[in-house]
Nanobody, 116 residues
Framework: QVQLVESGGGLVQAGGSLRLSCVAS????????MGWYRQAPGKQRELVAA???????NYADSVKGRFTVSRDNAKNTVYLQMNSLKPEDTAVYYC??????????WGQGTQVTVSS
């Protein structure tokens, strides 16, 4: 079992920045594809960004050029640097772990609120 703990959410004004962190338990983090998802009120959970064990990345079109996903395998941590935040980015952000047939595992979520 993998436990994921997100942090870094909060309140920010439009145009501001936040850095989310997700720390994973266990010894298999370096093999995993890590993703960031978000869910806004009344909407389905959607993929925001993902990073493979080889550090290739994918982003939703809505965040390209503004968000950057990265990982530090020595710290079992994946990050989401969010710049130029917009009110439309307001959501609960969730960390996701997948490694072959292992997972998915989800974090508890961290609230990001962007005021206009």
């Amino acid at each position: 079992q993998v436990q994921l703990v997100e942090s870094g959410g909060g309140l920010v004004q439009a145009g501001g920045s936040l850095r989310l962190s997700c720390v994973a338990s266990g010894s298999t983090f370096r093999f995993a594809v890590m993703g960031w998802y978000r869910q806004a009120p009344g909407k389905q959970r959607e993929l925001v960004a993902a990073i493979s064990s080889g550090t290739s990345t994918n982003y939703a079109d809505s965040v390209k050029g503004r968000f950057t996903v990265s990982r530090d395998n020595a710290k079992n941590t994946v990050y989401l640097q969010m710049n130029s935040l917009k009110p439309e980015d307001t959501a609960v952000y969730y960390c996701n772990f997948r490694s072959g047939m292992v997972g998915p595992y989800w974090g508890q979520g961290t609230q990001v609120t962007v005021s206009s």
